[in-house]
């Protein structure tokens, strides 16, 4: 009945090693986003897709990359990890771009990355 | 800058007492209100959420009052129950479709029996 779901729930990578994090939803919504949270702090928005629109936050790094290559997947990409990525990286979909009744996020469990 | 607080960072209740976690914002232009709840290895998952164009909005034993002027928004639990012991997280998002949500960084339940 998962409807977001993560893989893997953990990932150990090496520090300047290409990393890749995988979501895939079975709710068909428009909108996949990623996350990154560490540990006591809010969750971050990293990006989101509206189908094949890419939005990417201000302030989130070049590091960080993110394909769609249809409705129901999303990969995030960590292109060369540093000892600062290491988080929680959240996925979470929404029917539409506007948050209100009916259009709340919906999460996966998260992927704990871990850079050494 | 947060605009998003939640000041308390855990919260202890006794079961079936009520539950008051508490929550501050900013930003004047968000106007959608939403509250997470987050189960340890789990993702958050949606609890209850409340329009600007309100003050109160109750779901079951969940109620969440917003104070616009105040810019403060509460959600209650009662009574609380041992299952409620999580993190709840407090939302906010502006009126343009292309808004995002802002979180806080939680608040820590413990539900002592």
């Known amino acids: 009945d998962a409807m977001v779901i993560q893989n893997p729930r953990y990932q150990v990578t090496q520090f300047g090693k290409p990393v890749t994090l995988s979501c895939s939803q079975t709710l068909n919504h428009n909108v996949m986003y990623w996350y990154q949270q560490k540990s006591s702090q809010a969750p971050k928005l990293l990006f989101h897709?509206?189908?094949?629109?890419?939005?990417n936050e201000a302030d989130t790094p070049d590091n960080f990359q993110s394909r769609r290559p249809n409705t129901s997947f999303c990969f995030l990409d960590i292109r060369s990890p540093g000892l600062g990525d290491a988080a929680m990286y959240l996925c979470?979909?929404?029917?539409?771009?506007?948050?209100?009744?009916?259009?709340?996020?919906?999460f996966g469990p998260g992927t704990r990355l871990t850079v050494t | 800058d947060q605009q998003v607080k939640q000041n308390s960072p855990s919260l202890s209740v006794q079961e079936g007492r009520i539950s008051i976690l508490n929550c501050d914002y900013t930003n004047s232009m968000f106007d959608y209100f939403l509250w997470y709840k987050k189960y340890p290895a789990e993702g958050p998952t949606f609890l209850i959420s409340?329009?600007?164009?309100?003050d109160k909005n109750e779901d079951g034993r969940f109620t969440v009052f917003l104070n616009k002027s105040a810019k403060h928004l509460s959600l209650h639990i009662v009574p609380s129950q041992p299952g409620d012991s999580a993190v709840y997280f407090c939302a906010a998002s502006g009126g343009d479709r292309d808004d995002k949500i802002i979180f806080g960084k939680g608040t820590r339940l413990h539900i002592l029996p």
């Open positions: 409340i329009s600007s164009i309100k």
């Open positions: 979470a979909t929404s029917r539409d771009l506007w948050i209100g009744s009916g259009s709340e996020q919906y």
């Open positions: 897709y509206y189908d094949k629109d890419f939005n």
